[in-house]
């Protein structure tokens, strides 16, 4: 009889630069994997990429023909940095969802039996997903340009505010996957999905706070979403309300600062939660 086999995992780098190269090289297959998946079924990326498209159509040439930009402008200028935003926001939406259905499939469990970088699942997804919303966004601009809508500024600035919306993306990313990894169905997930709508509505995208009333303005001007609003329409050279409060005349800075904040948070939550998952 022939000599039995062994099969040994391989032990885990010690060294800090190795252990980061580990976590980047499988880091890199995890995202490579999650977007060949993407490819595979385009019908999934066709509905998550018409969908915000619906949406501008639905307030550009419905709602929007009653809506009154304060201090004059076109609400379509207006509307689109909301658009951007809110487009970014929903990409939480579709990490809960491949999340949990990675969960419930058993592919979360067969990457933890796995000799992978325990961060290697979550920075994988991550970077999967700023590609996607890369896409997104490219196609929103698209629409936009379509619509009517134009940045009035320089292309340094104009690419400075898609920096910032894909800021943005990248912090609620990490919030995606922990509630993703929280939710115990699929019905479970598309309700935590329907929650992003109240969150969304309630920021400047698609009204002026000033127009709220005053407590309900004050809880929008104070959403990590106005202050990146906010930001891109000033660099896109947009219509706007006139800056008044500490937040609006520094919205570029809180801009950079919410999702930094929220990324400092999540990010290692999103890890632990990924670490502790029951076998």
Same mark, same amino acid.
């Given at each position: 009889?022939?000599?039995?086999?062994?099969?040994?995992?391989?032990? +885990?780098?010690?060294?800090?630069?190795?252990?980061?190269?580990?976590?980047?090289?499988?880091?890199?297959?995890?995202?490579?994997?999650?977007?060949?998946?993407?490819?595979?079924?385009?019908?999934?990326?066709?509905? =998550?990429?018409?969908?915000?498209?619906?949406?501008?159509?639905?307030?550009?040439?419905?709602?929007?023909?009653?809506?009154?930009?304060?201090? =004059?402008?076109?609400?379509?200028?207006?509307?689109?940095?909301?658009?951007?935003?809110?487009?970014?926001?929903?990409?939480?939406?579709?990490?809960? #969802?491949?999340?949990?259905?990675?969960?419930?499939?058993?592919?979360?469990?067969?990457?933890?039996?796995?000799?992978?970088?325990?961060?290697?699942?979550?920075?994988?997804?991550?970077?999967?997903?700023?590609?996607?919303?890369?896409?997104?966004?490219?196609?929103?601009? =698209?629409?936009?340009? +379509?619509?009517?809508?134009?940045?009035?500024?320089?292309?340094?600035?104009?690419? +400075? #505010?898609?920096?910032?919306?894909?800021?943005?993306?990248? #912090?609620?990313?990490?919030?995606?996957?922990?509630?993703?990894?929280?939710?115990?169905?699929?019905?479970?997930?598309?309700?935590?999905?329907?929650?992003?709508?109240?969150?969304?509505?309630?920021?400047?995208?698609?009204?002026?706070?000033?127009?709220?009333?005053?407590?309900?303005?004050?809880?929008?001007?104070?959403?990590?979403?106005?202050?990146?609003?906010?930001?891109?329409?000033?660099?896109?050279?947009?219509?706007?309300?006139?800056?008044?409060?500490?937040?609006?005349?520094?919205?570029?800075?809180?801009?950079?600062?919410?999702?930094?904040?929220?990324?400092?948070?999540?990010?290692?939550?999103?890890?632990?939660?990924?670490?502790?998952?029951?076998?």
């Amino acid at each position: 009889m022939g000599a039995a086999i062994s099969l040994t995992t391989p032990p +885990a780098p010690t060294e800090a630069l190795d252990r980061l190269r580990w976590a980047l090289r499988d880091g890199l297959l995890v995202a490579h994997r999650d977007l060949t998946h993407w490819v595979r079924e385009p019908q999934l990326i066709a509905w =998550g990429l018409l969908f915000p498209v619906m949406f501008v159509l639905l307030f550009a040439y419905v709602l929007g023909s009653g809506i009154v930009v304060p201090g =004059g402008g076109s609400y379509r200028e207006f509307l689109m940095p909301g658009m951007f935003a809110q487009t970014m926001a929903f990409g939480i939406g579709e990490t809960i #969802a491949s999340v949990q259905a990675d969960s419930a499939r058993g592919v979360t469990d067969r990457f933890r039996s796995m000799p992978l970088a325990p961060s290697a699942v979550v920075v994988g997804r991550s970077l999967a997903n700023l590609v996607y919303s890369a896409l997104s966004l490219v196609l929103m601009i =698209g629409c936009g340009l +379509a619509i009517g809508w134009r940045w009035r500024s320089s292309l340094g600035d104009a690419l +400075a #505010a898609v920096g910032i919306l894909l800021l943005l993306r990248f #912090a609620f990313l990490w919030i995606g996957i922990i509630l993703g990894l929280k939710a115990t169905s699929a019905e479970m997930a598309n309700s935590i999905f329907a929650l992003l709508y109240p969150v969304t509505m309630l920021s400047n995208a698609f009204v002026a706070p000033e127009l709220m009333p005053g407590w309900l303005g004050t809880v929008a001007a104070w959403n990590p979403l106005s202050s990146t609003i906010t930001a891109t329409r000033q660099l896109f050279g947009n219509p706007g309300v006139e800056a008044s409060g500490w937040l609006a005349e520094n919205a570029v800075l809180m801009a950079v600062v919410w999702p930094l904040a929220i990324t400092v948070v999540s990010l290692p939550l999103a890890v632990r939660a990924y670490q502790r998952l029951s076998r």
